[in-house]
């Protein structure tokens, strides 16, 4: 078996690091560039960082804090947030990002997927889905950071990503995301089974409780929470620890 | 002491900028080839494709100029597609041909069990010593198992397997995980991206090529 990664996600306003639920009423929780290096020092595998207001300002605005994040912290950063051309993702990359998250854009233009992976590669494409359940095993896709239904069935969108090129898929669940009540189990469940590309499952983890239920049940490859760690509600050391001990490997 | 980073316009350069200065050294990016050549060590970098890769290196007239610097048996290493690159040929896509410095080609990463054969093999994972001991080399002092950061979908299949010098097994598949013939050196996992334990094989590399002058 893989080993799973256990994700930072960083959400950033006008340089500070925020926190809503459902995508919405956000709160400032700290600075990105010291929770980013606070986390790489105890030992996370990874870092999202989402530029969380870019989308509907059609901007990003991260550059100088990944360029920051890069002088200290020695793991893959993934960004994204209002990613709309090109030019934006080599902008990213030049600022020291190993990976970019799409999201409204290639709802817009899938065409943009494949566009970006001819040129930085698969591995480098992240496609970000938001998703809202609409009823019993149907979910909705939506853009700007959960503000705008696009009519796109999730689990479909997630087969149409996979297809144009995209190397990893990050789902979001919009019903989930800051209520740390879990994740969304069927949600997970049905965009793993639909694709062969590794999914990063974020989105309503409180504790390693919630990970261990998601990824006993699922095919998940990696978890992002964000309340845990900017909250304090569990050390990565401790959800390691409960991990490894329940059979799931995890970088140690 | 000079550390070039060849810069030919594939992958992130920055980040193993920032490796290197966290080790103490200030590497030059260059494509100049006087400037490669009075190295003493080169850093070869690079994502994506094979065929993009090696097109750009051509681009900027790179392939003889790393034939020539690694002659003179000064530290290279080349990272993930940068250690592809170092092999004779590549299948993906379409056949496309490497540098020739090691023998062998790059393949798919075979995948055999449904539920786990994802690709890209994007994943932390180990790395395991094979016949070549890892002692004076860019794996010294780094524990056996330890987990480095990988992040692709070929592999390298090499000819000489005294030249593996460590392997990572995925998908019930053991590949060449970093390569060493003498004083060339390639990882398939990102140093640069793999936390401490990453940093330390930077930092031995760079040992290496201070050693190299002596």
Known sequence: MNKIRVIARIDVKNEHVIKGIHLEGLRKVGNPNELAKKYYENSIDEIVLMDAVAAYYDRNSLSEIIQKACEEVFIPITVGGGIRKIED???????????IAINTQSINTPEFITEATKIFGSQCIVSSIVAKKISDNKWEAYTDNGREPTGKDVVEWAKTVEKLGAGEIMLTSIDKEGTKKGFDIELNKAVSEAVSIPIISSGGMKNSDDALELLLNTNVDAIATASTLHYKLESISDIKQKLTLNGIKVRV | MKIVIIDYDVGNVRSMLNAFKKVG??????????????A????????????HGMENLNKYNLVNTIKKYTNTNKPFMGVCLGMQMLLDESEEFSQTKGL???SGKVIKLPTKNKSHEKLPHVSWNEIIEKRTKWNNTILKNIEQQSDVYFVHSFITDLKNEDEVLSTTQYSNYEFCSSIKKD???GCQFHPEKSGEIGLRIIENFVNICKENIK
């Open chain 1, 89 to 99: 993702i080599q902008i990213a990359l030049n600022a020291g990002a190993d990976k």
């Open chain 2, 40 to 51: 003493d060590g080169v850093i070869l970098p690079g994502v994506g494709a094979f065929a």
């Open chain 2, 100 to 102: 020739g410095l090691i």
């Open chain 2, 183 to 185: 004083n060339i050196y």
């Open chain 2, 25 to 38: 050294v200030n590497p030059i990016l260059s494509n100049n080839e006087e400037e490669i050549l009075s």
